[in-house]
């Protein structure tokens, strides 16, 4: 809306025209959902222990998270809030990508509102029922990926990319949609299984998010995507101002949620960031990055259903629980050490998923 309005005023001062600056309101949707989550955070957590809005632990899990019962959770509605306010602030509102990306988060998120409203208010500790759950994740994935599907205007659109190969794209034709749905889905329940420690999954996300704004802003731009060999999208190089958002409004949150946590995000936020990161991987092109730069949420989907495998064919558990950050746990890593190793193997994926920018 702030775009509208620069655009107005420049008409009458020329200095208005510097925000037409991508990089320039890609900075400013950073700061700005930074310092309202900064700002909303305190009043969202004392709102949610007013109305007893409580994180229950699992009696099966760590003994360490007993003392976690009764911590604030459903934060992530305030990750959400803070994405929208400065997307809708500095984003270009006539963007389609920009707000297929936006949509999608959002739906993802009532998903998984739902389902914390259900395990908190009502005490159904089974929240919204798995099949309810994957049926609405797989309508709303299949409604993005059947839109961008049917309004793909060149090639490269459908095309998938693959790293390290130069000019290797391979044509998915109607496949296109199954694969992108799986993207979608995939990752939001990645990022749903990471989430179990405090701070755990929210910094991944944000270093997976900006490493796929930077993506962004090089698919978007003609000159930049034929240099490095990656697929030309016109306009997606707006969701830079969304990936910006996102790093800033996790990074806020982060503040709270780092160990040990004032408050969790819940189904609500994880369900959505999730599913943000594999909308953003599919509009760009780069859904194999995206697995390579989100090696935890992968490693950490893999061991359940590795576990859950093993346990039905042979009885026997491969890890001492999985997810695989709760095996590390029951090793008796401290619960910190965890998450800051979880983090540097982040930073090292993400590294290898933009050297492949180069690397072919």
């Known amino acids: 809306m702030l775009l509208w309005l620069t655009h107005y005023l420049s008409q009458y001062y020329r200095i208005f025209h510097v925000f037409d600056y991508l990089t320039l ?16 955070g305190p009043h969202m957590i004392n709102w949610l222990r ?21 911590t604030p959770t459903m934060g992530g509605a305030m990750i959400l809030i803070a994405i929208s306010v400065a997307c809708l602030l500095w984003g270009d509102l006539t963007n389609r990508y ?7 988060t959002l739906s993802f998120g009532l998903i998984g509102w739902v389902d914390d409203y259900r395990k908190v208010i009502r005490k159904n500790t089974k929240g919204l029922p798995g099949r309810w759950k994957y049926f609405y994740q797989s309508l709303v994935g299949l409604v993005a990926v059947g839109y961008l599907y049917a309004t793909a205007v060149t090639p490269a659109e459908t095309q998938l990319a693959l790293p390290f190969f130069k000019n290797a794209l391979i044509p998915l ?9 799986f993207v979608i889905v995939g990752a939001s329940n990645a990022v ?26 090089l698919a978007g731009h003609a000159e930049f995507a034929n240099y490095l060999a990656i697929p030309h999208v016109n306009g997606v190089g707006e969701l830079c101002v969304f990936c910006a958002a996102l790093m800033g409004a996790g990074l806020g949150f982060l503040w709270f949620n780092a160990y040990p946590a004032q408050v969790f995000m819940g189904d609500v936020g994880s369900l959505a960031l ?3 990161l594999g909308i953003i991987a599919v509009v760009v092109r780069q859904e194999v990055a995206l697995f390579i730069m989100g090696g935890v949420f992968v490693m950490e989907t893999v061991s ?3 576990q859950v495998a093993s346990f039905k064919l042979t009885g026997q558990r491969i890890f001492r629980m999985a997810p695989i950050h709760h095996h590390f746990e029951l090793k008796g890593w401290p619960e910190p050490k965890v998450i800051v190793r979880f983090w540097i193997m982040t930073v090292v994926l993400v590294l290898i998923g933009l050297s492949t920018l180069k690397l072919r």
């Open 25 to 40: 309101r890609t900075i400013l949707s950073a700061l700005t959902a930074l310092g309202f989550s900064l700002w909303f």
């Open 50 to 70: 007013q109305h007893q809005m409580g994180q229950q632990v699992r009696t099966e899990g760590p003994q360490s998270h007993y003392s976690k019962a009764g």
């Open 98 to 104: 920009f707000w297929v990306v936006l949509l999608v």
């Open 173 to 181: 034709g109607l496949f296109y949609v199954v694969f992108s749905y």
């Open 192 to 217: 749903n299984l990471t989430d179990g420690l405090d701070g755990l999954a929210i910094l991944p996300t944000v270093l997976v998010g900006g490493a796929l704004g930077i993506f962004a802003y």
């Open 274 to 276: 999730g599913a943000a």
């Open 304 to 306: 359940v259903i590795l």
